[in-house]
């Protein structure tokens, strides 16, 4: 559960760096920024080919369906207006820009979504278009040997169990994870601000002036609301049969979210 929160902090935190990017380099982006940016962080996660990062992208795109699936409404006439797509569709956009990537990895995450193989295959070239058209807009501004240096900060939560997402985010690293990868090869000015706080809303958002992307702490216990409620609903049987699963709990966990539809 907690690497379920991490795993999907840290996506929210790449999908804010891609509004960074996009803001500081004043990139073009046609259609919806929130999709391009949703496939931007999607390229700039799979196209570092590490499972702990391919993991994430499972759990990211779990943490969509389970939104979805918690909004038992269904859609509501303002998420047709809003800036992002719906919940089931960013998640299954996130399983494309994976399939697309490295099909060998996820084919089993796929095959528990039912997820076509006839999509399967629009996505392998879905993917490239999406890494090689982002690539070619960020080359100009990528450069050998530059270094940017961030601004990391956990901000004290002023709760107790907010506090307990706080240090959870901490000992993971998952702000630094930004200032790693974003810190080499980008020409990026120093100075970038990465906070972790309480915001009072379940929130990430870019500020282009400030220069600063905040994780609200908020949007952990939201996650962890999400799967400790997954794993309320599942019967004795499926809890069971995650001790039988190969690889970590988390993993397995990832693999039979979708089972059940």
């Not at 490295?102 to 193989?117: I, K, Y």
């Amino acid at each position: 559960g907690q690497q379920f929160v991490v795993n999907n902090a840290i996506f929210i935190l790449f999908h804010e760096a891609g509004h960074m990017l996009v803001s500081e380099f004043n990139l073009p982006v046609l259609g919806r920024e929130e999709d391009a940016v949703d496939a931007l962080s999607s390229v700039l996660l799979l196209g570092a080919e590490d499972e702990d990062l391919y993991t994430t992208m499972q759990d990211a795109a779990d943490g969509w369906f389970l939104l979805d699936e918690a909004n038992e409404d269904g859609p509501q006439e303002d998420d047709f207006m809003g800036t992002h797509g719906l919940d089931r569709q960013r998640a299954y956009s996130i399983v494309c820009m994976m399939t697309g990537a490295n099909a060998e990895f996820f084919d089993e995450f796929a095959d528990s979504l039912e997820f076509p193989e006839d999509r399967r295959e629009e996505c392998l070239f879905e993917y490239e278009k999406a890494r090689d058209s982002w690539m070619s807009l960020l080359a100009a501004n990528m450069k050998e040997g530059a270094k940017t240096r961030f601004d990391v900060r956990y901000e004290p939560a002023g709760d107790a169990d907010l506090q307990a997402f706080a240090d959870l985010l901490k000992s993971a690293g998952a702000l630094e994870t930004i200032a790693t990868v974003f810190g080499e090869g980008y020409n990026l000015k120093d100075g970038i601000k990465i906070t972790g706080t309480a915001c009072g809303v379940e929130n990430a958002f870019w500020d282009p002036e400030a220069r600063e992307i905040t994780y609200c702490y908020e949007m952990a216990a939201f996650h962890a609301g999400l799967i400790a409620n997954w794993f309320e609903n599942q019967g004795s049987e499926d809890t069971s049969s995650n001790d039988d699963a190969t690889g970590s709990g988390d993993e397995a966990t990832s693999v039979k979210l979708k089972r059940k539809e």
